[in-house]
C-alpha cells in the first residue's frame, strides 16, 4: 500500500520553471512501479502529462514533449516532473499515480500555478 505525496507546486510567472516530486510517505521504493503524472485544470478532464516505467523507458504529453521532463532519483523513492518554460494553461492541479500490476495508488495533488 502507497501513500503518494506531491510537493514542489505554487504560483511562477510565465517563462519560470518548478520541479514537482511524488514519494510514498513510508519512503517505499518505487522501482518496479510505473509512475505517472497527471494534471487536472477546472472544469476540465484530468489528462496525462508524462509517465516513467519501470524499466526506464518515459513517454510524454504533445504539449509537454519539449517542456517537462520526468525522472527518477536514484534511489528510485522519489519521481520528479522538471516543468520548465511554464505557460498559463499549465495551470492545474498535478497528481502523480503509481501502478504495479492490477493495483494504482493516487497522490493528493499539488497545484500550479502560472500567473504574471
Known amino acids: 500500500q502507497l501513500h503518494l505525496v506531491e510537493s514542489g507546486g505554487g504560483l511562477v510567472q510565465p517563462g519560470g520553471s518548478l520541479r514537482l516530486s511524488c514519494a510514498d510517505s513510508?519512503?517505499?521504493?518505487?522501482?518496479?512501479?510505473?509512475v505517472k503524472w497527471y494534471r487536472q485544470s477546472p472544469g476540465e478532464q484530468r489528462e496525462l502529462v508524462a509517465g516513467?516505467?519501470?524499466?526506464?523507458?518515459?513517454n510524454y504529453a504533445h504539449f509537454a514533449r519539449d517542456r517537462f521532463t520526468i525522472s527518477r532519483d536514484p534511489a528510485n523513492k522519489t519521481v520528479y516532473l522538471q516543468m520548465d518554460n511554464l505557460k498559463p494553461e499549465d495551470t492545474a492541479t498535478y497528481y502523480c499515480?503509481?501502478?504495479?500490476?492490477?493495483?494504482?495508488?493516487w497522490g493528493q495533488g499539488t497545484q500550479v500555478t502560472v500567473s504574471p
Open positions: 513510508k519512503a517505499t521504493s518505487l522501482r518496479f512501479y510505473t
Open positions: 516513467s516505467g519501470s524499466g526506464g523507458s518515459t
Open positions: 499515480i503509481a501502478v504495479l500490476g492490477a493495483s494504482t495508488y
